[in-house]
């Protein structure tokens, strides 16, 4: 049974830093293609980052890129996502999401990720 768990969510000031985990049970990171989603309050969830099966490339939505940085670490068994300057618009629930291969062009698309965790909460005050 596969398992993902997010850690590392609260609330921190417009400016502030986080960095979120998600500990992943009944399969390898390094088999799987992830990526970090996100659900303001009222809205549909988005697509923050996503990692692929390499572990090398990466790719971002343009409203957070150059602020959050996705990696795994393989040994840890654990994908994370580093928030820099947290801004009110990014309060959310954020979500990781996995799968054993999710074709570029739909790494965007939650549909595309088999296996998911049930969120951490991000609150950024002004």
């Known amino acids: 049974q596969v398992q993902l768990v997010e850690s590392g969510g609260g609330v921190v000031q417009a400016g502030g830093s986080l960095r979120l985990s998600c500990t992943v049970s009944?399969?390898?990171?390094?088999?799987?293609?992830m990526a970090w989603f996100r659900q303001p309050p009222g809205k549909e969830r988005e697509f923050i980052a996503h990692?692929?099966?390499?572990?090398?490339?990466?790719y971002y939505n343009d409203s957070v890129e150059g602020r959050f940085t996705i990696s795994r670490d393989n040994s840890e068994n654990t994908l994370y996502l580093q928030m820099h300057n947290l801004q009110p618009e990014d309060t959310a629930v954020y979500h990781c999401?996995?799968?054993?291969?999710?074709?570029?062009?739909?790494?965007?698309?939650?549909?595309?990720?088999?296996?998911w965790g049930q969120g951490t909460q991000v609150t950024v005050s002004a």
């Open positions: 999401a996995a799968s054993s291969y999710v074709i570029l062009s739909a790494i965007r698309t939650t549909g595309s990720y088999a296996y």
């Open positions: 009944g399969r390898a990171v390094r088999q799987s293609a």
């Open positions: 990692i692929r099966v390499n572990g090398v490339n990466v």
